[in-house]
């Protein structure tokens, strides 16, 4: 049974980049044939859909976090990251990774991590 | 303003039957599977319900999807306390080539 797992920094800097890291265990590891991907929600608010990388290493993005996310996966290593450039405070969130089996079906979620954007 | 549309809240009596629905469009829900978590105070959300009606192993048969057109419902019969959570419905967009949420629904029971 996969299981998800997020790290990464706790505190971000205005116009600095975000880099988060979720570590898949079980099943085949990020060489599964999910679609990896990255959801944040803002204090208080709904869900919003990142990206995901295939285990291919082909990705998609949400269109309005485009020009800034990068998601890449490092099979070997059974671990898939999220790069987010421009840090605004916009962005302040708890950022989960999930393991998407088909277009929307998430399952299972990592626990989350919360990145506030602070100076 | 999400691109899939729920109501805030929604609340029932302990044992009542409660309804959250889920409106779309023709390139979503209209065209798409319908996917339905739950999330409870401080936790991740959990699937529900996936392909518009499909129950996860695990997932109480006191909850249920449909779908009509461009519009999904969740249904818990006999609602119990610990179901007060938030509720979002998830389905792939393709105009917009992601995954869209709704707004999230909280439950309350009363």
């Known amino acids: 049974q996969v299981q998800l797992q997020e790290s990464g920094p706790g505190l971000v800097r205005p116009s600095e980049t975000l880099s988060l890291s979720c570590t898949v265990s079980?099943?085949?590891?990020?060489?599964?044939?999910?679609?990896w991907t990255w959801i944040r929600q803002s204090p208080g608010k709904g869900l919003e859909w990142i990206g995901y990388v295939y285990n291919t290493g082909t990705t998609k993005y949400n269109p309005s976090l485009e020009s800034r996310a990068t998601i890449s996966i490092d099979s070997s290593n059974n671990h898939f990251s999220l790069r987010l450039t421009s840090m605004t405070a916009a962005d302040t969130a708890i950022y989960y990774c999930a393991a998407d089996v088909f277009y929307g079906f998430f399952d299972p979620w990592g626990q989350g991590t919360l990145v506030i954007v602070s100076s | 303003q999400s691109v899939l549309t729920q109501s805030p809240s929604a609340s029932g009596a302990p044992g009542q039957r409660v309804t959250i629905s889920c409106s779309g469009s023709?390139?979503?829900?209209?065209?798409?599977?319908v996917y339905w978590y739950n999330q409870l105070p401080g936790r991740a959300p959990k699937l529900l319900i996936y392909?518009?009606?499909q129950r996860p192993s695990g997932v109480a048969d006191r909850f249920s999807g449909s779908k009509s057109g461009t519009s999904a419902s969740l249904a818990i019969s006999g609602v119990r306390s610990d179901d007060e959570a938030d509720y979002y419905c998830?389905?792939?967009?393709?105009?917009?080539?992601?995954?869209?949420f709704g707004g999230g629904t909280k439950l309350t029971v009363l």
């Open positions: 998830a389905a792939w967009d393709d105009s917009l080539s992601g995954v869209v």
């Open positions: 079980g099943g085949s590891g990020s060489g599964g044939a999910y679609f």
């Open positions: 023709g390139s979503n829900i209209g065209g798409n599977y």
């Open positions: 392909r518009n009606d």
